[in-house]
């Protein structure tokens, strides 16, 4: 089936720094990703739509010059998280789909922890 | 615009019981219907969907899910649950028409803790 790396899975960044996370659709080309941010016990918050290619859609509320979403080919993503603050502290999720696709794929998601 | 609402955050069941999760969504166009589970500090995997056919629709681990249009429902089910399904579910839907966005649109969820 569809599977979607993510990686880093875990990352310990310091405030004021840049972290890059990475989504790769290792078996199907991902048209569309979507990036989620989730808080403990909450549900998964859409962040962003990207389709390869284009520049990313972003929901209300959030800052695109502080997540920055690249989907430059059509086996991966990125988001980058600029000048990282303890607020950014959160579980960040990516999801895929392929042209004609139903079906969302999702990775393995990133604990990103800024101290 | 689409929204989901799950009906309850936290279901205690006591190993080998029935269990339903309750989903009801909202929508004015057509939509997409899922179930997915999350465990603890992992990304979401597929139980179930419903894209179009039948309105009962089985996946994976024994569970499956109805689709009610009237009453604008998809409810999760599982006839026997046991210590490993203890974890976060999700209900979600995302628009008919690819053309729309393809949002996937998330509940709440809810936890099911499975007891001895």
């Known amino acids: 089936g569809a599977v979607v790396s993510q990686h880093p899975s875990r990352v310990i960044c310091k405030s004021g720094t840049s972290v890059k996370i990475e989504c790769r659709s290792l078996d199907f080309q991902a048209t569309t990703m979507f990036w989620y941010r989730q808080f403990p016990k909450q549900s998964l918050m859409l962040m962003a739509t990207s389709n390869e290619g284009s520049k990313a859609t972003y929901e209300q509320g959030v800052e695109k010059d502080k997540f920055l979403i690249n989907h430059a080919s059509l086996t991966l993503s990125t988001l980058t998280v600029t000048s990282a603050h303890p607020e950014d502290s959160s579980f960040y999720i990516c999801s895929a789909r392929g042209h004609g696709d139903y079906g969302y794929t999702f990775g393995s998601g990133t604990r990103l922890t800024v101290v | 615009a689409q929204s989901v609402t799950q009906l309850d955050s936290q279901v205690p069941v006591f190993e080998e019981a029935p269990v339903e999760l309750r989903c009801n969504y909202s929508?004015?166009?057509?939509?997409?219907l899922f179930w997915y589970v999350q465990y603890p500090n992992q990304g979401l995997q597929l139980l179930l969907k419903?894209?179009?056919?039948?309105?009962l629709v089985k996946g994976i681990n024994g569970f499956e899910a109805e689709f009610n249009k009237s009453q604008t429902s998809f409810h999760l089910r599982k006839p026997s649950v046991h210590i490993s399904d203890t974890a976060e579910y999700f209900c979600a839907v995302s628009p008919f028409f690819y053309n729309q966005g393809g949002k996937l649109i998330f509940g709440q969820g809810t936890e099911l803790s499975v007891k001895p």
């Open positions: 419903y894209l179009s056919g039948s309105t």
């Open positions: 929508s004015s166009v057509s939509v997409y």
